[in-house]
Every structure is written in C-alpha cells, then in structure tokens.
C-alpha cells in the first residue's frame, strides 16, 4: 500500500504540511486524550484539596480550649495580639516570656506601668469595663480571689476572659507554661518553665543539707497600720515555700489561712522567739522606716532576731506575688540567712 494512502489504528499521517486540526485526530488517539486530561484534573484536584486541607488544618490547630484557675474552659481562637491585663500577679509571666509587648493596658496599681508607655484601666475591682472596651483586647488576664466577679462582668461584655491564681511555687511553674501555649509559643513556656524549676530546686537541694538544728527561726512580719495588727504567712503561701527552700525555718509554718496568710498577735511573734523577723517595704527608701517599726517595738527589745541586728527590710514586690520573681525571692533569702 503506498504510504500516501495508509491509515494506520492509531493515527492519520499530515498530508500536507501544517498543524493537526480535530479531523486529522482518529478517535483512539482522542480517547487517549481525554485519558490524560482526566488525570491531569484528577492530580490537580488532589492538590488542591490537599494544600486546602493543610490550610485548614493550620488555621484549625491555632484554635484550641484551655482550662484557668477557677476551671473554666476558655476558647482561644488565635494566640491574643492585644491584652489587657487586670492583675499585677499577671504582667511578670508575660515580660519573662518574651510578649509583654502585646500588652495593651494594665490597672494603675502595676509596677509595669511605671516603666513602659501603656494605657491605664483604672482599679482591679470593680473593673473599668468600657476603658478596657475601648482599648480593644483579643483577652483580658484577670487573677482570681476577690476578682472573680469581674469574670462575670467581662463575659457579658463577650470579652474573652482567662483567669490566673497562683499561690505556689507549683503554680508558677504550671502557669508559666500555659502562659506559653496561650500565647502560641509552648516550647518557650516549657523551658522557661524547667529553668525556673532547676534554678529554685538547686538552691532547696543546698538548703536541705543544712542541720535543722542549725536552721534559723524566721518569722514574716507584715504589719498592717500597728505593730499589734500583724499578718504572718504559713503553709499555702508561696512566702513559706521561699523561706524553707532559702534555708529557713518559719515558724508560721504549721498553721494557715487564706491562701496561706493569717493574722497574729505580738505575743505569737514573742513566743516564737525567731533569729530572722522579715518585715516589707513598699517604696525604695522605705527600709528604714520598716526595720525601725520592729525595733522600736519595746516588747520586741529581747528578740534573739532584734538583739542581733537580724531584722530584714523585704521588698514588697517580692513577696506580694507568686510570679517567676520567686527565684530572686528564694536567692535574696539565702544570702539573708547565711
């Protein structure tokens, strides 16, 4: 057969020069093409669903439930951009982690304030909701105890809303890494947390190895107007922990209150005869004023801890929060002791 005229089963050949037109294809080789145009768009789709599936699977991992000290589930949609936070107990966690700089606004009774240009919200009860409205927060950081009300207020308000009531060494550790995949960045928060941990445990182990005989007598002073209206701290507060683990023996220790604080009498602090009396100071300068309010207390004259000059001013800042400070805390009474 002369190849001008043959037909072959899957193909015409060009008769003359130029493209293939649809004529010119035989049906099998159209067959084929379909074929391959069918995989082309059944690939194509598979990525398609699959890049979207990632997508989704990405936007939907941001989003997640975590559960805060008065067992509420909180939502979280999206690691918070902008935050206000209501409790100075709060603000060290962030600045620790690396995020304070999401804060938006702080009441006016938070040391942050002081160094860094924030938005005031006013008191930490009752809370100041259309300030903190206006301030627009993706959530507000609120601490527990005599704030709880407020959660309600701020719900209402559809705030979302996530409550933070440490009160031990435990619990600063528990919540500086929840702090760290509240904010989208758990593994910071978990080493933050483990070198927190390790820090305060390498100074106990050393405290430990001390004699118990040989261990001072510490007594936390907190005077509230006259020295006859005095608070101690005992066990459930982070204070006691920070004297034991410092090397101390508090003799508040066997007894307890609210959240570990209770009062005394001055003859509570005479019958324990203590080698250390802890006292705060509120403002830098304020020391002096402290330490003489103990000494100057006649009844307070033949104290083992006054006779020896053994009266300690302590930062309030120190001691009024359980926050990551309770490394310095845990080191300042050491060297206090030793």
Same mark, same amino acid.
């Given at each position: 057969?002369?190849?001008?005229?043959? &037909?072959?089963?899957?193909?015409?050949?060009?008769?003359?020069?130029g493209d293939l037109c649809e004529a010119q294809i035989s049906p099998s080789f159209r067959g084929r093409g379909v074929v391959k145009f069918l995989a082309r768009g059944v690939s194509f789709l598979k990525r398609f669903f699959t890049v979207g599936f990632m997508v989704l699977f990405f936007v939907l991992s941001l989003a997640f439930e975590i559960v805060d000290d008065l067992g509420r589930l909180v939502a979280i949609d999206n690691p918070p951009d902008r935050v206000?936070?209501?409790?100075?107990?709060?603000?060290?966690?962030?600045?620790?982690?690396?995020?304070?700089?999401?804060?938006?606004?702080?009441t006016d009774w938070d040391p942050y304030a002081l160094s860094n240009e924030v938005e005031k919200i006013g008191n930490l009860v009752p809370l100041n909701l259309e300030k903190i409205l206006s301030l627009g927060p993706d959530l507000v950081m609120i601490s527990g105890g005599f !704030? &709880? &009300?407020?959660?309600?207020?701020?719900?209402?308000?559809?705030?979302?809303? %996530?409550?933070?009531?440490?009160?031990?060494?435990?619990?600063?550790?528990?919540?500086?890494?929840? =702090?760290?995949?509240?904010?989208? +960045?758990?593994?910071?928060?978990? +080493?933050?947390?483990?070198?927190f941990r390790d820090e305060v445990l390498e100074i106990a182990k050393d405290s430990?190895? =001390?004699? !118990?005989?040989?261990?001072?007598?510490?007594?936390?002073?907190?005077?509230?107007g006259e020295v006859s209206d005095i608070w101690?701290?005992?066990?459930?507060? %982070? =204070?006691?922990q920070a004297i034991a683990y410092a090397g101390g023996a508090n003799v508040g220790a066997?007894?307890?209150g609210n959240n570990g604080w209770f009062p005394v009498s001055p003859e509570f602090v005479l019958n324990s005869q203590p080698d250390v009396i802890l006292v705060p100071y509120y403002y830098e300068g304020g020391q002096e004023e402290a330490v003489k309010m103990i000494t100057s207390y006649k009844p307070f004259a033949d104290l083992p801890?006054?006779?020896?000059?053994?009266?300690?001013?302590?930062?309030?800042?120190?001691?009024?929060?359980?926050?990551?400070?309770? =490394?310095?805390?845990v080191k300042t009474l050491k060297e206090l002791f030793y």
């Open positions: 057969m002369p190849l001008g005229n043959r &037909e072959g089963a899957d193909s015409r050949l060009i008769r003359k020069s206000v936070i209501a409790s100075p107990a709060i603000t060290k966690y962030l600045e620790v982690l690396g995020v304070s700089s999401r804060i938006v606004g702080v !704030q &709880e &009300e407020e959660v309600a207020k701020l719900e209402k308000t559809g705030i979302s809303t %996530f409550v933070m009531n440490p009160n031990s060494f435990e619990d600063i550790y528990r919540n500086l890494m929840v =702090v760290g995949n509240l904010f989208g +960045i758990p593994d910071k928060g978990r +080493i933050t947390a483990m070198n430990y190895n =001390v004699p !118990q005989n040989e261990k001072p007598k510490v007594v936390y002073v907190m005077i509230a101690t701290c005992g066990t459930g507060s %982070f =204070v006691n066997p007894y307890s801890a006054v006779k020896n000059n053994r009266v300690y001013p302590l930062y309030d800042g120190l001691t009024a929060y359980a926050n990551p400070d309770f =490394v310095d805390l």
